[in-house]
């Protein structure tokens, strides 16, 4: 088989590219290396560099047949969408929107998008499912549930089986520890290994939904591969499990070999307070449950991060 996986620069995006190239599939991918890292490219894979919003760059693809389009690129932080809304409304709708009209014109009649649990915002009770209000509190979740609709319309009108999964804080081996202002295990960690001190922004009984990277890349896979007779469909990668700031800062510290100290102040525009998922929808169609408990994958990280990182890099 032969895929695209956009953004395989990126944290996801890269373990999602070297699971299907393992398979022994053919993965193509395009990233613009604005988060991501031309060394997390996985050997073997075809590396197309450019915007995904770029028609010039697209039309590359014309020299390929995908058998599925993965769609992981995109402004990845709420944080960052703020510094240049344009930007992120390109990265995270236009690249989404061209991406289904090259699925259309090339005859690729399966898509899978990156989108998150940031569309729910703060409104809806916990664990939250996918029928509950959308809510979105920053531009990149606005960003995502437009992708969410083109993708709805593009099944509707077009006949392309299009899976939105809304993932939960996704954390693992192979997160960008120099990127301090998105993904909430890596900054922590990145922190207590470098400086000793993690100084979190916002309050400590602020909760999350930890999902681990080979369980994410999992769901992607089963929704590449799914027989349910909907052609669009929307999941949340979740583990219906609430861990806060605090919970998972004490997880870390006791994955380190060394002590660190700790601060919360302030905080960060458009910060969901807290969310947990179900699990339940994707689980009933697919089969997908999140196997790698928050304990198991923060040792695995810490274990990893610890000769990844050195201290007082910063
Ligand atoms: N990590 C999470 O917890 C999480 C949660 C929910 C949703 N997501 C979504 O999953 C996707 C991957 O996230 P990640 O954690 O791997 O982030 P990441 O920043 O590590 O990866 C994103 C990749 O996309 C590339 N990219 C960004 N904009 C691009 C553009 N316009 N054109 C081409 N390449 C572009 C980056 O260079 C990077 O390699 C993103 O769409 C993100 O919004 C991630």
Request: hydrophobic share 35%; with cysteine.
């Amino acid at each position: 088989m032969t895929y695209l996986v956009t953004g395989a620069a990126g944290f996801i995006g890269a373990a999602l590219a070297k699971r299907l190239l393992d398979e022994g599939n053919r993965v193509v991918t395009i990233d613009n290396l604005s988060t991501g890292i031309k060394g997390n490219i996985p050997a073997g894979c075809e590396f197309i560099f450019g915007n995904t919003y770029d028609p010039d760059i697209l039309k590359q693809l014309d020299a390929y047949k995908f058998d599925a389009i993965f769609h992981i690129a995109g402004q990845s932080g709420g944080v960052t969408c703020w510094d240049d809304p344009l930007y992120d409304m390109n990265s995270n709708i236009t690249s989404t929107l061209l991406l289904l009209d090259y699925a259309k014109r090339s005859g690729c009649k399966t898509f899978v998008y990156a989108s998150s649990m940031s569309v729910y915002g703060d409104e809806n009770p916990c664990p939250v499912r996918e029928g509950d209000a959308l809510e979105p509190k920053t531009f990149y979740a606005v960003g995502k549930i437009a992708s969410e609709y083109y993708m709805r319309i593009y099944s509707q009108q077009y006949g392309i089986k299009c899976t939105a999964l809304r993932f939960n804080n996704v954390y693992g081996p192979g997160q960008n520890m120099e990127n301090l202002r998105q993904g909430m295990v890596s900054i922590y960690m990145a922190y207590a290994i470098k400086d000793r001190h993690i100084p979190v922004l916002g309050a400590k009984n602020r909760y999350r939904d930890f999902v681990y990277i080979d369980d994410t890349v999992e769901a992607c896979v089963l929704a590449s591969r799914g027989k349910e007779p909907a052609l669009y469909n929307v999941y949340t990668t979740a583990t219906n499990r609430k861990t806060t700031c605090e919970q998972l800062i004490e997880i870390i510290r006791k994955n380190l070999p060394f002590d660190f100290t700790v601060t919360y102040e302030g905080n960060t525009l458009g910060d969901q307070f807290g969310i947990f998922c179900s699990y339940e929808k994707i689980y009933n169609a697919l089969g997908w449950e999140p196997k790698v408990s928050l304990e198991q994958g923060i040792k695995i990280m810490a274990d990893w991060a610890l000769k990844a990182v050195k201290p007082g890099e910063q």
